[in-house]
């Protein structure tokens, strides 16, 4: 019954190769999030979509590019990695709000990349 | 641009020592202010939410407090246990942000036996 699910857990790879990281809710939301915590525990947003539909892209390369395929679903593949790519990436959603009241953010459990 | 601050980075107190943890912000234009608890190796897990119209919430041994106009934020942990260890970061909503939470640097509690 896990709310926000990522796989993998644990992803090793090479400098310059590319990667993707799925992530699934179950709680009806449609809002996703990517979220990048670096080496100093700093959370900082990445992208965000509402239905499918890309709200925030918060200056990221475009070696990152997030798909929706479905309210429930957003991946996040990255290209070419680079060493300064390793980093724990948090998957999130939310209802989206717009007006409304109440908008509280699940985390799912994460994604620690290390790349070498 | 929003600046979290948290106060302080890291904190040990004695088992059951009533504690508070502190937040500030820099834009008091937010929609709402999020607490969570990430324990090592772990995701977040959201403690409490506090609207930009409310001044507290209170769950369990937790209470959070929100002061919008001085941009300030408490969690007050009452009786704290060992199982309280983690690090605690809070959160706010921008108003008109596409709804990202902007995140503070987080405090690190440890309770000892």
């Known amino acids: 019954d896990t709310a926000v699910s990522q796989t993998p857990k644990y992803l090793v790879t090479q400098m310059g190769n590319d990667k993707s990281i799925k992530c699934e809710q179950n709680?009806?939301?449609?809002?996703m999030y990517w979220y990048k915590q670096d080496s100093k525990k700093f959370l900082k947003i990445m992208f965000s979509?509402?239905?499918?539909?890309?709200?925030i892209n918060e200056t990221v390369p475009n070696r990152f590019s997030p798909k929706s395929p479905d309210k429930a679903h957003l991946n996040l593949h990255i290209n070419s990695l680079e060493l300064g790519d390793s980093a724990v990436y948090f998957c999130?959603?939310?209802?989206?709000?717009?007006?409304?009241?109440?908008?509280?953010?699940?985390f799912g459990p994460g994604t620690r990349l290390t790349v070498l | 641009k929003q600046e979290v601050t948290q106060i302080p980075a890291a904190l040990s107190v004695p088992e059951g020592e009533n504690l508070v943890l502190n937040c500030s912000f820099t834009d008091s234009a937010i929609y709402n202010l999020q607490w969570f608890r990430q324990d090592p190796g772990k995701g977040l897990t959201s403690l409490l939410l506090i609207q930009s119209s409310q001044r507290e919430q209170t769950s369990g041994r937790l209470n959070a407090s929100l002061d919008k106009s001085s941009g300030r934020s408490t969690l007050y942990i009452a009786a704290s246990q060992p199982g309280d260890s983690a690090t605690y970061l809070c959160a706010v909503l921008l108003t008109g942000g596409g709804n990202k939470l902007t995140f503070g640097t987080g405090t690190q509690l440890k309770v000892e036996l």
């Open positions: 999130a959603s939310s209802l989206w709000t717009s007006g409304d009241y109440y908008n509280e953010q699940f």
């Open positions: 709680l009806g939301h449609d809002t």
């Open positions: 979509y509402n239905n499918k539909e890309l709200i």
